[in-house]
């Protein structure tokens, strides 16, 4: 099973960040699992920004809910994340995961595959 993101590398203030995970290997839809999006902004920890399960019931961390939007495409086997209204401080290595629950304590609770992730940078 492999998840791999791809989207834009560099926003401008106040834009929309689309980033999509494409998983192989297995369906979103089957197997319990938890397919999350983490992101950790340089030089801090890393942050759980939300989660859509298998049953497509989705989960939203604390810090960046107002902001965010997870959606999934069962068709190509995709997930999808959203960060509406970026500013610089939306600056980090975005990570789409695989996880067998919810965080309980840390970001990366539960989660047992990662993508490479990708550094994207909001600067004008």
């Known amino acids: 099973v492999q998840v791999r993101e791809s989207g834009p590398g560099l926003l401008k203030p106040s834009q929309t960040l689309s980033l999509t995970c494409a998983v192989s290997g297995e369906s979103i839809t089957t197997g319990s699992w938890y397919w999350t999006w983490i992101r950790q902004p340089p030089g801090k920890r890393q942050e759980w920004m939300g989660s859509?399960?298998?049953?497509?019931?989705?989960y939203y961390g604390p810090f960046l809910k107002s902001r965010t939007s997870i959606s999934r495409d069962t068709s190509k086997n995709q997930f999808t994340l959203q960060l509406i209204s970026v500013t610089p401080e939306d600056t980090a290595e975005y990570y789409c995961?695989?996880?067998?629950?919810?965080?309980?304590?840390?970001?990366?609770?539960?989660?047992?595959?990662w993508g490479k992730g990708i550094l994207v940078t909001v600067s004008s």
């Open positions: 995961c695989r996880g067998s629950h919810l965080p309980i304590q840390v970001a990366a609770d539960g989660i047992d595959l």
């Open positions: 859509i399960a298998y049953d497509g019931s989705i």
